[in-house]
């Protein structure tokens, strides 16, 4: 018997040992630029198989999601096979015929080799756009930046627009809060439904065009800046019958943008004092609201700066006064609205100046340099400083200080009542009893409303019960993965029977034939949920709303 138990040790061994083999497989071998590529690794057969894959040697992909691993073990004419699967997502960093090289796998004192793959690469987005021939892919993404270069400080927008030869349902684009080397202004995803959308035609192919989301940087610092890719997330139409509950069957495609590389080039020398870090084009004006005032009483001088540009990246340069006029610092007003490139408005100075002295202020030219981006050079605005005349004498009882705005002496003398007037029965001192009459009442209906609630939560469960689980289903999308599919299914036909019966489902199986495979498929379904396709999941998730719909009629 010991004999017999060592022979079949030795051979349950041997066959692992010499059985042992990994697979690396891709699911297309030609893309664009901007599309993922999964990549699987299957190990046969090994006892201690990978959790993860060193990419080092990778160079042609990034990858960008994974590893996303499934286990299954099988019995094959009396010998035992086992599988780990380890599925990654990968993106191409050029395009060309790229590789993906060869993988060694230790196992003991012998290694496992894979074969290497290579991938056809396509055009990006733009050239894709631009170009007159050669096979161009259903759906595609452009990335539009007006120029190649830009200055330090100035303001500017990248749109991305959506091609797609075929309909799509919806669009989803990642969340990014920072562009390093930039100051994100905006980042905008146009929803499909408001978007603006033309026709334009590629290589005799009608494609649909959507502004999917536009992004307004303004540069921080010069050199070669590269722009992120952004993983965008498009739903088209799969072929299958229309459900009426769950509506038109979809397909997920993922696609990146291309990674776009932005020369920022510093600002030339010649700037001057009177440039404060203003990019753009602009216009200047200087008003006084009274030419004529009284000594020790304030004037208000308003600075406006018109135009476009990079109109929240900058300051009004220093200005001098009289000694004999007390200034404070300016209060800033912005009415700017983001335009199709770069911020659009105007800017305003409000100074507060209080004369000392009487006698005629001539106040010193407004100067205001900018950098023009119509010009490739510095501009200097000036204005003629505005005339002051102050009358009367000074006096410091009739000095007035602003804080913020003109903060004037408010005089409040005391109350007088009638000699008749009873504080007792003035129904006005009794306010705040009863304000405290109404916060106890207030108190007592939400106390008795909470109590009702725990009284009744098995009723109000119960009449939930149906709508809860229609929501939980609804959950389910074809970007899950078939485990936590399988997991949501089960949760919300058990959820309902304990809900609406305050029983478990389990205990139906006795009962209900139905309700008996329903729980038969999901334990089986749970030994290999990594093989599961979308359409079973679809299959049992129906099944078990065809016996939820069952039960809600004859309860």
Known sequence: MNRIKI??????????????????????????RQETILLTFVFENFNDAPNSVNFDLMTDFTVIGGPSTSRRTSWI???????????????????????????????????????????????????????????????????????????????FTVYYRL?????????????????????LDSYKV????????????????????YDAASITLTSTKIGDKKLPPIELAVSIPKAG??????????????????SKTIHIQNLPPGGGPDFSGAVGDFFLAVSLDSSRVEVNQPVSMKIEVTGHGNMKHFTFPDLKFENNLEVFEPKTKNTVSLGSQDYSGKKIWEYIIIPGLSGRYILNDIHFTFFSTSSESYKTLTAEGPVLDVEGEKSQNDRIIPDKDIRYINVRENSLYKAEYHAVTDIRNYKFFFLALILAAVYLLVGIYSR?????????????????????????????HPSEILKIIEESFNNYTKDKFNRSALSYRQEDCSINDIFMTIETYKYAPGILSYEQLMNLKKDVLDIIDKMERTS
């Open 77 to 155: 004419n009396g010998k035992m096979l086992s599988m780990v699967t380890l599925t990654y997502e990968i993106r191409p960093n050029d395009r060309g015929r790229l590789k993906i090289p060869s993988f060694r796998f230790k196992t003991g004192k012998n290694y496992n080799e894979t074969e290497e793959i290579k991938i056809q690469v396509t055009k990006s987005g733009d050239q894709i756009s631009k170009s007159s021939g050669g096979d161009i892919p259903d759906i595609f993404i452009e990335t539009v930046i007006p120029r190649d270069s830009y200055y330090q400080g100035e303001t």
């Open 7 to 32: 022979l079949a040790v030795f051979i349950l061994l041997f066959s692992l040992l010499f059985g042992q083999r990994v697979e690396v497989s891709v699911d297309k071998t030609s893309c664009s």
């Open 190 to 209: 146009h929803e499909k439904h408001r978007t603006r959308v033309v026709l334009k035609t590629l290589n005799g192919v009608k494609y649909k065009v």
């Open 163 to 183: 091609y797609s030869s075929v309909d799509v349902l919806q669009y989803q684009m990642q969340n990014i809060n920072s562009v390093e080397g930039f100051i």
């Open 452 to 480: 009702y609630l725990k009284v009744n939560i098995n009723a109000i469960r119960k009449r939930h019960a149906f709508i809860n689980s229609i929501q939980s289903l609804k959950k389910i999308n074809p970007a899950m």
């Open 241 to 258: 019958r229309y459900d009426p509950f769950w509506g038109t069957p979809k397909i997920t495609k993922k696609l990146f943008t291309d």
